[in-house]
């Protein structure tokens, strides 16, 4: 089942199309981690399906409905850019005003709960202007976990935390959706915390939904393989098949070929040479997980 599905999504401001036929498929359990450089359009798409902004065009459907539709609206808990919190508040007063809007049952212990539930239980009674970075995201994260949302929508939670503070959220997020069923949209630039935690991807560029992909597929698409440029690829590609047919072979633009699956390039040389094969370059590499999401989004992203 999906909880979030768009069909050419689209937002317009003037004349500047933002995001532009825009699909996304959101399953339930999932933490799908949303993937694109700065201003591709990831927190306007953020902010259309927590209802905040409504869409020039196209659907965005969140558990079968509208956004903005209540039955909806209230499984969704949202953490979109900078939490807006009162600075002269304390955590706890941040907390239990948005809790008696929400008209939440036993207010006081909900608040508790999520102070403690957030690593915040020491200082809940401190004023927020003199929380650290780390501390307003848990903040704005305990605010967005009110009414105990179906759905969690973070947008750069990890944005200006040190390693340790980054670790520590994604742990955090890891857990909600371990024992609770909390399924969470994550966009972060943090490419090696959102790695361990994601089970989904999306890859956003100039507005449009690149490709979707599962944590496996990217494991796959990252890893280990030879690359080879040889005088016929056709050929080359025709022998190495038969040769070693249990690797997992793509040919790229410009003829070279990659072998994936421990592909020894010792007996791959050895191979070709056997058939009169002339190799041009034959060279081992890793594609990371930074590498292979920077392809997609383009040359001028900047983590």
């Excluded at 700065?38 to 509208?66: C, D, H, I, Q, Y």
């Excluded at 501390?135 to 973070?154: E, T, Y």
């Excluded at 410009?254 to 020894?264: C, E």
């Amino acid at each position: 089942m999906n909880v979030i599905e768009t069909n050419g999504l689209s937002k317009a401001f003037g004349s500047k199309m933002a995001v532009d036929q825009f699909d996304m498929h959101v399953g339930q359990g999932d933490i799908y981690g949303f993937v694109g450089r700065n201003g591709a359009g990831k927190s306007t798409v953020m902010r259309m399906l927590a209802g905040l902004a409504e869409p020039t065009g196209g659907e965005v459907r969140v558990f079968g409905s509208s956004p903005c539709e209540a039955g909806a609206s209230r499984r969704i808990g949202a953490l979109i850019e900078s939490p807006g919190l009162y600075g002269s508040m304390s955590a706890t007063d941040n907390l239990m005003m948005k809790a008696l809007a929400l008209g939440l049952a036993d207010p006081k212990d909900k608040v508790r709960d999520l102070l403690d539930l957030t690593g915040l239980g020491s200082v809940g009674s401190k004023a927020t202007k003199n929380f650290s970075m780390g501390m307003k995201q848990r903040l704005g994260l305990a605010l967005a976990l009110l009414g105990s949302p179906d759905l969690l929508l973070l947008d750069e939670p990890l944005n200006g935390l040190d390693p340790e503070g980054a670790r520590e959220i994604r742990q955090l997020i890891m857990r909600l959706n371990d024992e609770r069923g909390i399924t969470v949209v994550v966009s972060s630039h943090v490419l090696e915390q959102l790695g361990k935690m994601a089970t989904r991807y999306g890859v956003i560029r100039e507005g449009r939904m690149v490709r979707e992909l599962t944590a496996a597929e990217v494991d796959q698409e990252c890893s280990d393989f030879l690359q080879l440029e040889a005088a016929n690829p056709a050929l080359a590609l025709a022998v190495l098949q038969e040769r070693f047919a249990g690797l997992r072979f793509q040919s790229m633009p410009g003829g070279a070929i990659r072998l994936f699956g421990g592909a020894d390039a010792g007996a791959v040389g050895a191979a070709l040479n056997e058939e009169g094969i002339a190799i041009r370059g034959l060279y081992a590499h890793r594609r990371d997980l930074e590498e292979f999401f920077v392809e997609m989004m383009g040359a001028e992203y900047r983590g």
